[in-house]
């Protein structure tokens, strides 16, 4: 007789999708971005595990999610408008990140996983250094 006391990792996917919830809506539109991008560097590592031990269910999973934090996201989060050359050429990047995902996907191709995550990775500890720097600002 299977109760929900029997299932602890049950649980734990209930605090951590409340944690996650809870984390979006006390964070600032800088921290946001940032767990987008983490969002997407994990679900890249967790396709490239599944990839290697052959779960295909889940590796496809995991490159949807990643395409869809870009296209829904990261791309949908550019100010076109403001945000000039510079959000042209992200918006170009992430563009070129979701056909190389799907390419990989499409090929059990990890090189690619590989690629998207050397160009997306840079992004992310640039933005993540802006954020300490901003955050040290605002303390003194």
């Keep these: 007789m299977s109760t929900p006391f029997n299932r602890p990792q049950h649980f734990a996917n209930a605090y951590r999708q409340i944690g996650v919830e809870t984390s979006v809506a006390t964070a600032s539109p800088h921290h946001l971005v940032l767990m987008l991008y983490d969002g997407f560097l994990e679900s890249v590592g967790r396709a490239r595990l599944a ?32 945000g000039g050359e510079i959000a042209l050429n992200l918006r170009n990047l992430y563009r070129y990140a979701v056909v190389q995902l799907t390419r990989s996907n499409l090929r059990n191709d990890p090189a690619l996983l590989n690629e998207v995550e050397r160009l997306i990775r840079p992004l992310r500890d640039a933005w993540a250094a802006i954020g300490a720097k901003l955050a040290h600002q605002e303390a003194a």
């Excluded at 052959?54 to 949908?76: H, M, S, Y």
Aim: charged letters at 20%.
């Design 51 to 82: 990839m290697a031990g052959g779960v295909i269910e889940q590796k496809c999973a995991q490159i949807t999610r990643a395409v869809r934090i870009l296209e829904e996201g990261l791309i949908a989060g550019l100010d076109m408008v403001s």
